[in-house]
């Protein structure tokens, strides 16, 4: 008894002394704006209680015994805080820390809010009209992406289109398809160095030389009206107010390389011209002028992946003159195992059967890289000047080794005969945009300002002896339905194939606006204008060999061959060889009323547009030469009422349209990836009213909630689909009727402590109707066919799109991680002119993984993981209600049948960042 009295009395005493510790808890804000302070240290001096501000701002400290404690509060570039408190309980306390200020001689420095980080990112989105989304550089270095299209895929309501190798290229926006979009680079449209298109191959762009990313998807008059998916900006990086350098060196590896080797060839010889450009059209070319080298594949182990970043950036004479110069160098090696199947449904039996079936395996280089200039002048509080310039590319360097088998079998119906091609393709891509321009901003009064550029770009397309080598063999179907391959192989055809393009720019914007008060409101009335002139002209060139003599046995080296070219002039009358110009003229008035609560923008805008082209087609070819002209009147409303001073309640209209492609109008024929593609001079612009709705809520200016509803209504909306043209199926765009697109958006972030959370979910709903073939066979029994409508999804459009990423911060330790879930939802691909014979890209899931420690004073180390599950792309035709699978026994099938199969492993990237900011 008296030894539990003993230990009650000691258990008592602990508790005793337990209960008169505390916490001391609270966040630590900037003073003048209320951004939340990350990684601030807050220290109990002469104690070892300290700790770091988490990614919400707050901080606590726990078990700190009764007492009285000198506090210190330390953050770089800010003013240190000294403050006593009493701990006899616990206490919460928030600080509010002020920027510091620097006298050097007679000069003051003010430190700016950072626009880089995520809280400028959320107050843009909270103080703009329109309806935006916006990714900070601090979001983007901490992400596992390195180019800008892949970070896209973070924006809700934004899903990608990869390249061949299953790297992100283009962004789909709220199920609009690529060519809705536009992309602009500090609020200025870039050309295009895609060989087909006016939409900008996102993954040019190198993610470490963007400031911030900004998605805007309602637009409002100031902005050109070519977009009815969205508009992307990528803001670039700007002169801080000091010296700060940034430099990063990584390395890395794709595991393909693990099990595969890397199928290379020698570019040493490349011409960049072809014979006939090289040496006038009158130029008759010979074997001779094709050296090998390019089709003398040899299997290596890749080198590993490389990553150079560097940036420089300061003001100079008292703070007038800032000068920012960046760049960036990524090599790196990927690939892609590939099974294809072109596969149709027998509408005369309701039968799924394959007709060819590729296993196809790519190689791929990609050489990114990227540099920029920024320069700005303030003359005084008045007037800025500032000029930009930079020179941005992608050489891809890939080959591909396909293997055809080809079934001539009664579509899997006993013996039959077939054979089997084995194509190499060697190519190179050299894609450059280059753009300098140079704006002014000027205030004249209070009331009355004026910006202004001045701007040329260019884009170009270099692709090169494009080089094709295919040998065959005999296969034929015994009775027991085993595949027997002869096993001699034979040279057929050879290709080399040169085509490059260049697209410019000059224009000029201008705008003024003028604010005064009407009853006591404040308005602004602004109007402005656009011209571009732009110049595009494109070379085509292919040239055709034989094997000679025909069906030569084939030994396994290229230079044992012989061959005999067909065509020594190349193709100088080839569609593909056209000039083309366009002016754009663009006028619009725009008011904005603020009646505090309640904010009321709108406008029109008008646009012009006179487009004219030339080929060199035979004057037999329709849309030889053609010119189109039109007008647009496209006006916007905007509102946003905002209940509290961190909830907005938005609701938009605008018009908008979209332009063909200058080379879909072209009459062309080409042979590429898939299928032969075909021009169509007679597409017509699509227009669209657009309609959106969002309820927004920013709390400690980091976390948010965004839910929103658009519905968009496309007339004469531009696909590409199968066409059938006598007894050969072309890949062609088309307008089809009309279409309507609507859908909802959530967007969620939250930051606790160490902790936080980022979430969207995207529903979209799409709806065109199209005319569809289906075959049949009559009471005559012969097969016939006729026209049916179908309704379907847009091309491109997934019902459901989401992203989870789960982000860790420890600023005491200098540890930040991020885990990204992407999923995207089954979506078409490729439209069919048969009716249940759409090629469905499954829906699949992507995660990808980064991590960083600091590792030394300005020294941090990453870690980068890509495809960490190793997702394949899978597409699908789905069987109609009546298939039969006792008529396909040779078909593994439920619902759909696969006929489509990319896997592109994982890559893996390792590196050190540094960071110098001047004190």
């Known amino acids: 008894m008296k030894n539990l009295f003993i230990s009650l009395s000691l258990i008592g005493v602990f508790f005793s002394s337990y209960s008169q510790n505390h916490s001391f808890s609270g966040k630590v804000i900037e003073n003048n704006t209320g951004e939340s302070v990350i990684g601030a240290t807050i220290m109990l001096l002469n104690t070892d209680f300290n700790t770091a501000t988490g990614l919400d701002g707050s901080f606590i400290i726990r078990n700190i ?7 210190e509060i330390r953050f770089i570039t800010f003013e240190t805080i000294n403050q006593k408190i009493t701990i006899d309980q616990n206490v919460k306390i928030d600080f509010k820390i002020k920027e510091s200020s620097l006298l050097l001689g007679d000069v003051e420095i003010i430190a700016t809010r950072d626009e880089s980080s995520e809280y400028s990112a959320r107050m843009s989105e909270m103080k703009e009209m329109k309806v935006l989304n916006v990714i900070s550089s601090k979001e983007i270095e901490v992400s596992p992406d390195i180019t800008v299209a892949n970070v896209l895929q973070r924006v809700s309501g934004v899903s990608l289109e990869r390249n061949s190798n299953g790297d992100g290229q283009f962004a789909i926006v709220r199920g609009m398809d690529k060519r809705y979009n536009y992309t602009l680079v500090n609020g200025i449209k870039v050309p295009s160095p895609d060989p087909r298109n006016r939409y900008v191959p996102l993954d040019i762009f190198p993610s470490d030389l963007i400031d911030r990313l900004e998605v805007t998807k309602a637009l409002t008059p100031n902005m050109e009206g070519d977009a009815i998916g969205g508009v992307i900006d990528m803001k670039m990086k700007s002169a801080p107010d000091r010296l700060t350098v940034n430099f990063n060196a990584g390395t890395g590896y794709n595991q393909l390389y693990f099990d595969n080797k890397y199928r290379s060839f020698d570019r040493s010889a490349t011409s960049m011209e072809s014979p006939r450009i090289a040496n006038g059209k009158d130029y008759q070319a010979t074997v001779d002028d094709f050296p090998l080298n390019s089709v003398d594949f040899q299997n290596t182990q890749p080198p590993i992946n490389q990553i150079y970043g560097l940036s420089v950036g300061n003001r100079f004479f008292k703070n007038k003159l800032g000068v920012l110069v960046a760049g960036s160098y990524q090599n790196t090696y990927r690939g892609a195992n590939s099974l294809f199947m072109n596969t149709f449904i027998d509408q005369a039996t309701n039968t799924p059967y394959y007709e060819i079936v590729e296993n196809r395996q790519f ?22 000047l500032e000029l930009y310039v930079a020179n941005i590319s992608l050489n891809d360097f890939e080959t591909r080794t396909r293997n055809d088998t080809i079934l001539k079998i009664g579509r899997g119906q006993g013996p039959g005969t077939g054979r089997i091609e084995l194509r190499e393709r060697s190519r190179q891509r050299y894609q450059k945009i280059y753009n300098a321009t140079l704006q002014g901003t000027h205030k004249f009064t209070e009331k009355l300002t004026a910006d202004w550029s001045a701007v040329y770009s ?20 015994n009775s027991d339905g085993e595949l027997v391959q002869d096993p001699i192989m034979y040279g057929t055809d050879y290709t080399r194939r040169w085509s490059n393009n260049t697209d410019g720019d000059i224009a000029g914007y201008g705008n003024i606006k003028y604010a005064p008060k009407l009853f006591n409101l404040p308005i602004e009335l602004s109007t402005g204008g656009m011209y571009r002139h732009k110049d595009r002209q494109s070379n085509f060139d292919e040239y055709l060999f034989r094997a000679s003599p025909i069906f030569q046995e084939w030994s396994g080296d290229v230079n044992d061959g012989s061959w005999t070219l067909f065509n020594s002039i190349g193709t100088p009358t080839d569609p593909l060889n056209y000039t083309c110009t366009e002016d754009v003229l663009a006028l619009y008035g725009m008011f ?38 039109y007008s647009d009147l496209l006006p916007s409303i905007h509102f946003k009422y905002k209940p509290t001073d961190k909830q907005n309640i938005r609701l938009s209209y605008f018009a908008s349209i979209s332009r063909p492609s200058f080379y879909e109008v072209i009459p062309f024929e080409i042979n590429e990836e898939d299928f032969r593609e075909r021009g169509n001079p007679f597409l017509q612009r699509t227009t669209a009213d657009n309609f959106d709705f969002r309820y927004e809520r920013f709390t400690n200016f980091l976390d948010k909630i965004m839910l929103g509803f658009f519905y968009k209504r496309l007339d004469n909306p531009i696909e590409s689909a199968l066409a059938i043209v006598g007894q050969s199926v072309f890949l062609q765009p088309n307008n089809f009727g009309t279409a309507q697109n609507m859908g909802i958006e959530f967007d969620f972030t939250k930051y606790i402590r160490k902790f936080g959370i980022r979430f969207f979910y995207t529903y979209t709903n799409s709806e065109i109707t199209t005319s569809k073939i289906v075959r049949f066979r009559g009471e005559d029994g012969n097969l016939t066919s006729r026209q049916e409508n179908q309704t379907r999804p847009l091309q491109g459009q997934s019902d459901h799109i989401s992203n989870i990423s789960l982000l860790y911060k420890d600023t005491k330790k200098g540890l930040n991680s991020q885990l990204s879930c992407v999923y995207t939802g089954k979506r078409i691909i490729s439209v069919s002119p048969y009716l249940d014979n759409d090629i469905w890209q499954r829906g699949f899931v992507q995660l990808d993984f980064s991590l960083e420690k600091e590792i030394g004073k300005g020294f941090t180390a990453y870690l980068k993981i890509n495809n960490v599950l190793n997702t394949p792309l899978r597409a699908d035709i789905l069987l109609p ?5 006792e008529q396909a026994p040779y078909l593994d099938a439920s619902e759909s049948v696969l006929v489509r199969e990319d896997f592109y492993r994982q890559i893996y990237f390792l590196g050190v960042k540094y960071r110098f900011v001047k004190n």
């Open 65 to 71: 015994p009764q007492g009285t404690y000198d506090v």
């Open 363 to 384: 190689s791929a280089q990609q050489v990114r890289t990227g540099l920029h200039g920024k320069v700005d002048y303030e003359f005084n509080n008045l007037h800025k």
């Open 458 to 477: 260019l884009a170009t397309n270099d692709d090169p002896d494009l080089a094709q080598l295919m040998w065959l063999t005999a296969v034929t179907r």
């Open 592 to 629: 904005k009323v603020d009646f505090k609560k309640l904010e009321v923008m709108g406008g029109a805008r008008y646009e012009g547009t006179a487009f004219q082209w030339i080929s060199n087609a035979p004057v037999t070819v329709k849309g030889k030469t053609g010119s189109i002209t």
């Open 881 to 885: 209600n009546t298939f039969n699978p």
